[in-house]
């Protein structure tokens, strides 16, 4: 089964690699010039994670009068994420019923279909008294690894995010083909300017914090500027939000955001979390980590949430549970908004993917990410079938090792293609991913519209390795099997730390890596490392190397954030001058054929350079139990377009 939107791409989550990062995209087109270099970028402090961050300035905006008589306003599209999946899947009914899909075994692409056909659909009905839906279900959701902050502001992971549109509110959501909608959930109405410089937002008035007290434009407001208050220590959200000037509330529901220039992904740039004014608004300077005082470590592990569901309880490194907000979907007994499809959600946070499949045989989880290993050989037996089923997809997740340019090894792009040639791809693919995954060939899946197609997987050639080594200086001098370089007037001996996570198939690619180097005299120490110290060390760029993943975001612009000079999410130091002018170029360009040419040539670039050792494509393999429904692939996994994770649901 394929899936081919026509967008881009995100940050990904993984539960079989590693996945210290939050989000990426998808690029496409020609190559870059011959003579271009790349060189480390400056050390940052633990607390300057953003070298491209400016602080707010000020701004007097207008009036609401003059922006409505000079913006010629265009109407966007409002809409609820569940009626435009039901749209699409008017076009994909079922193809068996589902008692024969739940009693098949998947050993086929024509058993996948079917399977697939049937997990995949939504209740006929939401009316609250529909007979489809288990009502007072708990789903018991399974978390590869526990997540570093419940903050919305201070997401960094693909878990956090996966949390957040459960608890939290963000206006804009994306359907399969990436095309934008402001949630009808939230939002009246929304209009962007003629200049694509303003947007306009009329946010419902029956919107509120699970404390009961309204949400506002003002919320809004104050969580842009604590997000760009040069004092908070903003790990990923600051991305898209920096691009803009100003956000303004004319009034409680009316708000207006200002970009600061014209861009081809503004609308990527409105997706910033909101946090509340009430709570945060007199302790933000206080404690700008926003979780250390006494104060706001009573807001730790219970934060107050906007979306459907508010937190119940967090054991750390154990689990969270959310309750469903009934004063978020009804008023005075009337159904205001789409029912959540659950009473309960259970995220059980289970590390080591063997365990989490023993749960699910068991019916302790009822879904779980499954490995290529156990897909062929752990979940073909009745002890799998009683209870569950399994489909597999295609996400453009990519997974790679960062390498810290800051480190004398990795400098030099010839080191690190020479990395590339030394280590065995084919034999990871076959013997690690069992053949159901893709190679890596850079940042973009090659199905994406923004995707160079030039690039093509490094084939093992030892003997060119060696070459580009001695070329880079890297040679064993001293007789002892470890090549080494003399730089600042010392012998450095070419050994150094790969960061994995806890995870077997993490832990299997970085020692097949290990392997592999030192047969062309490379020391490599692996070091399997809990997920929220793999994500603090990212950073605050503590690391030599470090194995990763990116999902897919819904524009290539989110790229720059990753490797443009000085980005939030740069953890490795990459730095390119033609890189940042090409991710300039594309952000100001509206035709999309142009965006490709540029974003395809960054992806030259950066495959040439090896900024990362691109790995290969997460193939989306997934346990579910037989009651499961609402479950939809796309390239951002299937938890990354609306209705997402929302639209999950259990039969009665």
């Not at 699409?88 to 019923?97: R, Y």
Request: charged share 30%; with cysteine.
């Amino acid at each position: 089964m394929k899936t081919e939107p026509s967008g881009s791409s995100e940050p990904a989550a993984s539960d079989d690699v590693d996945d210290a990062e939050v989000v990426v995209e998808e690029t496409i087109v020609e190559t870059g010039d011959a003579d271009t270099k790349t060189s480390a970028a400056k050390p940052k402090s633990e607390t300057d994670n953003d070298e491209l961050f400016a602080p707010l300035e000020p701004y007097d905006p207008p009036t609401l009068e003059e922006i409505d008589a000079a913006a010629n306003w265009q109407d966007r599209k409002v809409a609820e994420g569940r009626d435009l999946l039901r749209e699409v899947l008017k076009n994909h009914p079922p193809m068996v019923s589902a008692e024969e899909a739940m009693a098949m075994k998947n050993d086929s692409d024509e058993a996948n279909e079917k399977i697939y056909s049937v997990v995949r659909q939504l209740p006929k009905s939401d009316d609250p008294a529909s007979d489809d839906v288990d009502w007072d279900a708990t789903w018991v959701h399974h978390l590869p690894a526990d997540l570093k902050s419940l903050n919305p502001v201070m997401i960094s992971s693909a878990y956090e995010m996966e949390l957040l549109e459960l608890t939290g509110l963000q206006l804009i959501g994306y359907d399969a083909e990436f095309t934008p909608f402001a949630q009808a959930w939230a939002v009246k109405s929304w209009q962007s300017s003629e200049d694509h410089m303003m947007d306009k937002f009329v946010l419902r008035d029956d919107l509120t914090w699970s404390d009961g007290k309204p949400i506002t434009a003002h919320d809004f407001v104050f969580s842009f500027q604590t997000i760009m208050n040069p004092r908070v220590t903003i790990p990923a959200v600051r991305s898209g939000t920096q691009n803009l000037k100003w956000v303004e509330a004319y009034d409680d529901y009316t708000l207006v955001i200002f970009h600061k220039e014209a861009m081809a992904s503004s609308t990527e740039n409105l997706q910033f979390p909101i946090i509340p004014k009430h709570i945060y608004e007199g302790s933000v300077d206080e404690d700008p980590t926003l979780e250390n005082s006494d104060y706001h470590l009573k807001f730790l592990n219970k934060p107050l949430t906007s979306g459907p569901y508010e937190y119940k309880s967090r054991a750390r490194g154990q689990n969270i549970v959310l309750s469903r907000r009934d004063s978020w979907w009804q008023k005075d007994g009337k159904a205001i908004r789409p029912r959540p499809y659950f009473k309960e959600i259970r995220c059980e946070v289970i590390a080591d993917p063997n365990t989490a499949l023993l749960a699910l045989k068991s019916g302790e989880v009822d879904d779980t990410r499954i490995t290529a290993e156990q897909w062929l050989t752990q979940t073909d037996s009745k002890d799998f079938y009683d209870k569950n089923t399994k489909v597999r997809g295609l996400e453009w997740s990519e997974f790679h090792v960062i390498w810290n340019i800051e480190r004398p090894y990795f400098t030099d792009p010839k080191v690190r293609r020479a990395l590339a040639l030394a280590f065995n791809h084919q034999e990871m693919l076959d013997s690690i991913l069992y053949g159901l995954a893709a190679p890596g060939r850079g940042p973009f899946h090659p199905n994406g519209w923004m995707a160079s197609k030039k690039p093509q997987a490094y084939q093992r050639d030892l003997d060119a390795a060696e070459d580009l080594l001695d070329e880079a200086g890297w040679e064993d001098s001293d007789g002892d099997g470890i090549r080494d370089k003399e730089i600042g007037g010392q012998l450095v001996p070419f050994r150094f730390t790969l960061l994995s996570s806890e995870t077997p198939l993490s832990i299997k690619c970085c020692t097949q890596m290990k392997t592999d180097l030192e047969q062309i005299g490379i020391g490599v120490e692996v070091k399997p490392t809990e997920f929220t110290v793999l994500q603090d060390k990212s950073l605050k760029h503590q690391f030599d190397a470090m194995i990763g993943g990116w999902t897919t975001g819904t524009d290539p612009s989110t790229l720059d954030n990753v490797f443009k000079t000085g980005g939030g999410r740069n953890y490795g130091g990459y730095s390119n001058a033609r890189v940042d002018e090409l991710f300039e170029l594309a952000q100001r360009e509206f035709d999309r054929a142009k965006r490709a040419e540029y974003y395809a040539e960054i992806h030259d670039i950066l495959w040439d350079e090896q900024a990362y050792m691109w790995l290969f494509y997460r193939p989306t393999l997934f346990g579910l139990n037989k009651d499961i429904r609402g479950f939809n692939f796309s390239p951002r996994d299937p938890y990354g377009v609306s209705p997402g994770i929302n639209g999950i649901w259990k039969t009665k």
